[in-house]
């Protein structure tokens, strides 16, 4: 039996996993997909310049450090392990994936992207283009070199990868539904100050095309002006919904219907199981992977503390 199960294998995840081996508890990785998470799953080519210690870092090879320290703290880490069940057992949980059953006494859920899924434009030729022009996340910023490419959205992740495709791409243009973005003020002010094209107060209302996503018509709630956009490739970045079954099933109390609720200990409804990162919100959260980092680290020292009780707890 595990002292401490992680699900996750996400920054969060591994910090927690880091941070569970400086207190000696044995400690189990499990992540569905690959270790890093977001960082090299969803944007694996994109610098990341709010991670502190580092000025800027491309995504991936940040992902791969949060893993070898993880590697290198002792965890025993298990990849392409989906976690289909939690439950209580006298003595701590069983945790069952698409392979194995593993008993930790306790856990915590680090599950980030993993119960997230895009939201779509639900515009009509989007799910018929899905692949074909339309994608929903940069893997590889390299695919778009010499293409005239078209983001929706208006948070940092579409101002983001905006500015990683102004180099490369023929044309970027941006089309955001309000008139500001709610991107941080360092990334607003440097797309003002990159070449590309921002369409405000306007909103994509169809995309057409040939076998492949040609064209996008664009419309402005304000002036009421139809455009139609010759593209190459439409990437829809508006943020994800989450998908809570799991959670629901297991037994976790939810905070709405888009996060677990977690008390500032970071534990849950269920005594023994804890939440960090992405999945969990207060007031105030704000998702950044040093916020989700500093929340594995409270989870496991509640987590020790529950376990070991030592004198000072």
Not at 146 to 166: M, N, P, T, Y
Not at 218 to 242: C, H, K, M, S, W
Not at 280 to 289: A, E, F, H, L, T
Request: proline fraction near 3%; charge should be neutral.
């Amino acid at each position: 039996m595990y002292d401490l199960i992680v699900v996750g294998g996400g920054p969060t995840g591994l910090t927690a996993g880091i941070y569970a081996r400086t207190r000696d508890l044995s400690t189990l990785i499990l992540e569905a997909l690959s270790f890093g998470g977001q960082l090299t799953f969803l944007y694996p080519t994109k610098s990341v310049y709010d991670y502190p210690s580092y000025i800027a870092i491309e995504a991936e090879e940040l992902g791969h450090l949060f893993v070898e320290h993880a590697r290198e703290a002792g965890c025993e880490m298990r990849e392409g392990e989906e976690v289909v069940e939690l439950k209580r057992r006298k003595k701590g949980f069983v945790v069952r994936t698409s392979r194995e059953e593993y008993e930790g006494r306790a856990v915590v859920l680090a599950l980030g992207f993993g119960l997230f899924e895009p939201k779509t434009l639900n515009v009509p030729g989007e799910a018929e283009f899905d692949g074909k022009g339309v994608y929903y996340m940069i893997r590889d910023r390299r695919q778009f070199k010499g293409k005239r490419v078209l983001i929706v959205g208006g948070g940092d992740s579409a101002l983001e990868g905006a500015l990683q495709l102004a180099a490369t791409a023929s044309h970027v243009t941006i089309v955001h539904r309000r008139d500001m973005f709610r991107g941080m003020e360092k990334n607003v002010d440097a797309v003002a100050r990159a070449p590309i094209e921002l369409m405000l107060n306007s909103e994509v209302t169809a995309i057409e095309g040939d076998g492949w996503a040609r064209r996008a018509v664009v419309y402005n709630n304000q002036t009421l002006e139809r455009t139609v956009l010759d593209v190459d490739a439409i990437i829809v970045q508006v943020g994800f919904a989450p998908n809570l079954e799991k959670a629901k099933r297991w037994g976790l109390e939810l905070e709405g219907d888009r996060h677990i609720k977690v008390g500032p200990d970071m534990s849950t409804n269920l005594r023994g199981v804890f939440a960090a990162g992405d999945i969990v919100s207060y007031p105030g959260k704000d998702k950044r992977i040093v916020t989700g980092a500093g929340e594995a680290v409270t989870a496991v020292m509640s987590a020790y503390k529950l376990l070991r009780s030592p004198y000072w707890a």
